[in-house]
Nanobody
Framework: EVQLQASGGGLAQVGGSLRLSCAASGFTFDDYAIGWFRQAPGKEREGVSYISTVESTPYYADSVKGRFTISSNNAKNTVYLQMTSLKPEDTAVYFC???????????????????WGQGTQVTVSS
């Protein structure tokens, strides 16, 4: 059974930093992507960043490019999202998700992601 456990959310000030973690277990897919999505109050869920086994560089949404960094520790089966220079518009519930097959490069369509963790709240206050 695939399980994803997201953690690390909390309250940060504008300009501050937070690091989210997604601990993954129970899957042995040959090709996969692990991504972070977020959903702000009253808005649709949007893709933030992903890494995959078939792409050499991570993907970032324009809204977070240059501020967020996704990385992985394969020994710990954990993916991280380092968030810096936080803005109030980064306030959202953040979800990690796994796509167990190849996904279109440079896209984060939700329907390709078939395993989801619970969300972790990130609140950026001014």
């Amino acid at each position: 059974e695939v399980q994803l456990q997201a953690s690390g959310g909390g309250l940060a000030q504008v300009g501050g930093s937070l690091r989210l973690s997604c601990a993954a277990s129970g899957f042995t897919f040959d090709d996969y992507a692990i991504g972070w999505f977020r959903q702000a109050p009253g808005k649709e869920r949007e893709g933030v960043s992903y890494i995959s086994t078939v792409e050499s560089t991570p993907y970032y949404a324009d809204s977070v490019k240059g501020r967020f960094t996704i990385s992985s520790n394969n020994a710990k089966n954990t993916v991280y999202l380092q968030m810096t220079s936080l803005k109030p518009e980064d306030t959202a519930v953040y979800f990690c998700a796994v796509a167990s097959a190849l996904i279109p490069r440079g896209t984060m369509f939700e329907h390709f992601y078939n395993y989801w963790g619970q969300g972790t709240q990130v609140t950026v206050s001014s």
